[in-house]
C-alpha cells in the first residue's frame, strides 16, 4: 500500500480509557492509547476527564486535526500518526525511533539532519519498508541526551 506524503485522517472513533481509533485516508487503522501522552504532554492535561475526552471531533471534509473546541486543543493528523507509529512499532528500536519523532515533533528531513542521513532512508524507517538498526535507535537517544544538555 502507498504510504501518504503527508498523515490525513478519515475517521476518529472515541475508545473507552481515553483511547481513540484512528483510520487515515490511506485505510491504516491504529488504536492510541492517549494516558502516556498526558504525561508527556502537560498541554493534554485537560482531556484526563473521560467525558471531556469523549468530545474530540475531526472537521467533516478536512481530517488535518482532532479537536476538543471547547478547550482550544487541537493535535495534527501527523503527530498522531508518528505516536500511532510508536505505539504499535513491531521492535524495540522502531518504537524508539518513532517515538523520538513523535516527541519532538521531527520532519523527515529535521531528522535526516538530526541523525546525519538522507529523508529517503529516513522515510524507509518511518514506514516500516526498512527496518531501524540498533544504531539508529541509540542515535536517537543519543541526540536526546544532548539536545536536553543545550537546553539546560
Not at 493534554?44 to 479537536?67: H, M, N, P, Q, Y
Request: proline content about 3%; hydrophobic content about 45%.
Amino acid at each position: 500500500m502507498a504510504h501518504m506524503k503527508r498523515a490525513r485522517l478519515a475517521g476518529i472513533e472515541v475508545l473507552a480509557e481515553f483511547k481513540m481509533r484512528l483510520k487515515f485516508v490511506d485505510g491504516e487503522v491504529y488504536i492510541l492509547d492517549f494516558k502516556p501522552l498526558f504525561d508527556e504532554s502537560p498541554g493534554l492535561a485537560r482531556l484526563c476527564d473521560s467525558k471531556v475526552f469523549a468530545t474530540a471531533t475531526l472537521i467533516d471534509g478536512e481530517g488535518w486535526t482532532v479537536e476538543w473546541p471547547a478547550l482550544d486543543i487541537q493535535i495534527g493528523a501527523d503527530t498522531l500518526w508518528l505516536d500511532a507509529q510508536a505505539q504499535n512499532a513491531a521492535d524495540e528500536n522502531t518504537r524508539i525511533f518513532a517515538q523520538w519523532r513523535a516527541r519532538y515533533g521531527l520532519s523527515l528531513s529535521q531528522a535526516a539532519q538530526a541523525l546525519g542521513m538522507t529523508s529517503r532512508t529516513i522515510s524507509a524507517y518511518g514506514t516500516g519498508a526498512r527496518p531501524v538498526p540498533r544504531y539508529i535507535a541509540l542515535a536517537c537517544k543519543g541526540w536526546e541526551v544532548e539536545h536536553h544538555r543545550r537546553v539546560a
